[in-house]
């Protein structure tokens, strides 16, 4: 069979700071940049994403592959509709050209565009109006998806991430592979059954590697069958003001029974545990004084998570309340990164090494309760900012991180770059000569990924709440559109 390939993926906060533009897309960052044509093959090729596992998957059978347009832009506010448009006409325009019998598609689950509450609805929309009701249509899912019943209704399957770190993303690929060959092989299109949960799940109670989910998963692979081919939990991104968000569950079946009957047994489990999709937060005072506490008898670093400017989930990474709290508590052989400010960076690469520069440091996002920093910070090191990642998370990831440098104050490092990519692997410290087995304090602009990599080298992982665009407690956001009734944490107010 000829099978289209392409992808268009975003993650949208839409309490967000800035907007996704088409040279965000284009540029990628911490992904690839836009890629067209044959340029996919090498460009995803040993990454751990969805579609290079896709490709690896479906290489070892006959059929062709017909590569057309992937994008994907850090995460942030909405996608604006000038990207949104001439991107979704690149990829449907190309598909219509290769005139495939049936398309993979690799997407997030949680686009919002300026235009368009349902992003990858629409996609799948127009990717139907292009191909018609007939050929199959599949697609892979981040585990942060806010399934809509448009997405549902028009693939003949989505298949989601199962783990938070994302570190089966090129395995998820090779699952959505194996479902397209079920259907190539003679599988009917399945039913699916479909259920949203009623409350919505703080991102950092999320993780895999703990309970809840941990069980959740693990009851999620037992229920898969020859009669369930395939069975998704999507904890949600619940940072976007939609109808939609939050997390739900589907199943595909057989028959409308065996669907309804894994998604109801699976659906249940996670409500029963709502009181349980919750963690310990502590302000970033506390954050810092923990830290140094356990790090005075430590022989591995402390690590913690500036989780509401995570870049990861549409954080500018320029917020300085972490800093604050290191250099007011005179913390010592602490790092910290990434802070994004380009002006910052190019200061240091024009002072060279060495050098003391009084500056006003991050704080460009005006985020409610932070503002520069403004300081003397000694310039240790520059960079031009190219690195590629070596952690499960970002395994293989060429990064482009533009003119960087690390700066110093009190007993502080900075990891200081232009462009926006999450702090998720060790590399992104040791490109510019700092050891992060070495320091005692290290804060993360992240919320979940970083533990993919750290929590081998960590004594103890802490999360913080300093000021930022990805508020840890869905309750602190100013919610206009989610659907009525859905609580809006685990046991909380109700919209």
């Not at 109006?129 to 199959?136: D, E, Q």
């Not at 595909?252 to 029963?272: F, H, I, M, W």
């Not at 004084?289 to 430590?298: F, G, I």
């Not at 300085?320 to 913390?331: C, E, K, P, V």
Request: charged fraction near 20%; hydrophobic fraction near 45%; charge should be negative.
């Amino acid at each position: 069979m000829r099978i289209a390939i392409g992808g268009f993926q975003h993650e949208t906060n839409t309490f967000a700071p800035s907007n996704a533009t088409l040279d965000d897309f284009v540029k990628g960052s911490g992904w690839p940049p836009l890629l067209a044509g044959e340029q996919i093959f090498d460009g995803v090729k040993g990454m751990n994403l969805p579609i290079a596992g896709f490709i690896e998957h479906m290489g070892k059978t006959s059929h062709k592959l017909l590569p057309t347009v992937w994008a994907a832009a850090s995460p942030s506010a909405q996608v604006t509709e000038d990207a949104f448009e001439r991107i979704c006409k690149m990829l449907t325009d190309a598909i219509r050209a290769a005139a495939p019998d049936c398309v993979y598609l690799d997407l997030h689950g949680a686009m919002v565009a300026a235009h368009i509450d349902d992003g990858e609805g629409e996609i799948l929309r127009r990717v139907r109006g292009v191909v018609g009701a007939r050929i199959p249509v599949v697609a892979s899912l981040d585990l942060h998806a806010n399934v809509t019943r448009q997405m549902l209704d028009l693939a003949d399957g989505l298949i989601a991430y199962r783990t938070y770190p994302h570190i089966d993303m090129a395995e998820t690929g090779g699952r959505t592979a194996h479902f397209l060959k079920l259907r190539l092989e003679g599988m009917a299109r399945p039913a699916y059954a479909w259920r949203q949960m009623p409350f919505l799940i703080p991102l950092n109670a999320q993780c895999t590697d703990m309970e809840p989910a941990r069980s959740v998963y693990q009851l999620l692979s037992r229920l898969e069958s020859v009669d369930v081919p395939s069975l998704s939990f999507t904890p949600g991104f619940p940072a976007a003001d939609i109808a939609d968000c939050g997390a739900s569950v589907w199943a595909y079946g057989s028959n409308d029974a065996a669907a309804k009957l894994a998604c109801r047994t699976l659906a249940d489990l996670v409500d029963a545990q709502e009181s349980n999709w919750a963690m310990e937060i502590l302000d970033a005072d506390a954050a810092v004084k923990r830290a140094m506490r356990v790090a005075s008898r430590a022989t591995k670093p402390v690590v913690i998570a500036d989780t509401q400017d995570n870049p990861g989930a549409g954080g500018d990474s320029d917020t300085m309340g972490m800093l604050r709290a290191l250099l007011a508590n005179n913390a010592q052989r602490a790092a910290f990164g990434l802070i994004v400010d380009k002006a910052a960076a190019l200061a240091a690469h024009q002072a060279g090494p060495g050098a003391t520069i009084t500056i006003d440091l991050g704080g460009k996002s005006a985020i409610p309760g932070d503002s520069p920093f403004r300081g003397a910070f000694k310039v240790e090191r520059i960079s031009d900012g190219m690195l590629t990642g070596t952690g499960p998370f970002y395994g293989g990831a060429h990064m482009r991180l533009g003119p960087s440098a690390v700066l110093a104050i009190g007993g502080v490092r900075m990891v200081v770059a232009s462009a926006k990519v999450q702090l998720a692997d060790q590399e992104m410290y040791r490109f510019v000569g700092i050891e992060p087995t070495a320091e005692a304090i290290l804060v993360n602009k992240s919320s979940v990924h970083f533990r993919a990599d750290f929590t081998p080298i960590a004594e103890e992982i802490i999360v913080a709440k300093a000021p930022g665009p990805m508020a840890a407690d869905p309750t602190d956001l100013h919610w206009t559109k989610l659907r009525r009734g859905t609580r809006l944490k685990p046991n909380g107010p109700v919209f």
